[in-house]
């Protein structure tokens, strides 16, 4: 286990001194400021810092943070385990069982050295991540002792909340350029739309449900996602428990219908995603504000085994008008950004491999 402070670090705000931690999500509606992070399987972390204040995340410093190298990597799922799985979704919807799902593939690196010590900072990971894939819902949580360090760049809203006003921010469709955007793209980000909008709908009062914005192009460094908004008013009574049990886990990365979609991904895919399409952020209690991204574009060290690993997620939505191929060339897009600010060789880093 490593021995670092826990910490947490969002929107230009640091915290320390944990307090207390918690699987409970209704302790986010007592007072505080707490940091979470939500497994897609289910566990949830809800830690309380005493002090929190303004800080910009730090330059990377030398030696603080050492990663694999590019080519240490093992996916959960090769090209053509991932490319039947796929095949296999499209069965699933020729059949009516399913309009949507998302597969996703975990991959995994052993840290060098072991990951102990100086050098297994998730906190210094972010610092990298902030300089060569700035995002705008970046952060970390570290909580050694909770078996919770996480760094995410991640560009996706899960839930923001101001009172009782709550917003999603889906995103569905990625390209290099807007150019590479299909009409596949924009259909299923509306399929997911519509997911959230029922998703939301459950929890908040009658006809405050809204979708402010549909299908507008976000570029980011590398590619180009489409996101919408969703927005709602909570209804009386509606509280953390009863918004993570409507929204938890994403729609975006799970599927249409979500139920089906679930029992999809449980048959296809071989390793757990853990904080990868989970949640990731941060909880004012005594403002009545958050802002929870969805676990994507997101590191986490797992000490679990006998060899501590960097774990990282990556994956697509699949339609019946997706193409394999294509699909897994959407998931190395995606990840072959990060895998390179995350072994120190990506030149805006300011570092070389080690």
Request: a negative charge; hydrophobic letters at 40%.
């Amino acid at each position: 286990m490593s021995d670092l402070a826990p910490l947490a670090r969002f929107d230009g705000l640091i915290a320390t001194g944990l307090l207390d931690v918690t699987d409970d999500p209704a302790a986010l509606d007592s007072s505080g400021f707490w940091a979470v992070c939500a497994d897609f399987e289910g566990r949830t972390v809800c830690a309380r810092f005493s002090d929190v204040r303004k800080e910009a995340v730090p330059p990377p410093v030398p030696g603080a943070w050492r990663g694999p190298a590019t080519g240490d990597w093992d996916s959960s799922l090769d090209r053509d385990a991932y490319t039947a799985g796929v095949r296999r979704i499209r069965e699933h919807i020729a059949a009516g069982d399913v309009y949507q799902a998302n597969l996703c593939r975990v991959l995994s690196a052993p840290l060098p050295d072991g990951g102990a010590g100086a050098g297994a900072d998730v906190d210094a990971l972010t610092s990298l991540l902030a300089r060569g894939n700035p995002a705008p819902y970046a952060g970390t949580v570290r909580l050694p002792g909770h078996g919770v360090e996480v760094a995410t760049a991640s560009p996706e809203l899960f839930l923001r909340r101001d009172g009782r006003i709550v917003e999603s921010g889906p995103i569905k469709g990625t390209g290099r350029t807007e150019n590479d955007l299909l009409a596949k793209d924009h259909a299923e980000n509306v399929m997911i739309v519509d997911l959230v909008r029922n998703d939301l709908g459950r929890v908040c009062a009658t006809g405050s449900v809204s979708v402010p914005d549909l299908c507008v192009v976000e570029k980011h460094p590398g590619l180009v996602h489409l996101v919408s908004t969703v927005r709602g008013r909570l209804a009386d009574g509606a509280g953390w428990p009863e918004l993570f049990a409507a929204a938890f886990p994403p729609g975006s990365v799970t599927g249409a219908p979500k139920s089906s979609a679930l029992r999809i991904i449980a048959e296809l895919e071989r390793a757990p995603r853990g904080p990868y399409c989970g949640a990731v952020g941060w909880v004012d209690a005594d403002r009545g504000t958050a802002s929870l991204a969805v676990g994507i574009r997101t590191f986490w060290i797992d000490r679990t085994g006998p060899a501590p690993l960097l774990r990282f997620g990556t994956g697509a939505g699949i339609t019946w008008g997706s193409d394999p191929e294509r699909e897994w060339d959407e998931t190395e897009l995606k990840a072959s950004r990060l895998l390179a600010v995350a072994s120190g060789a990506h030149p805006e880093t300011g570092r070389t491999a080690t």
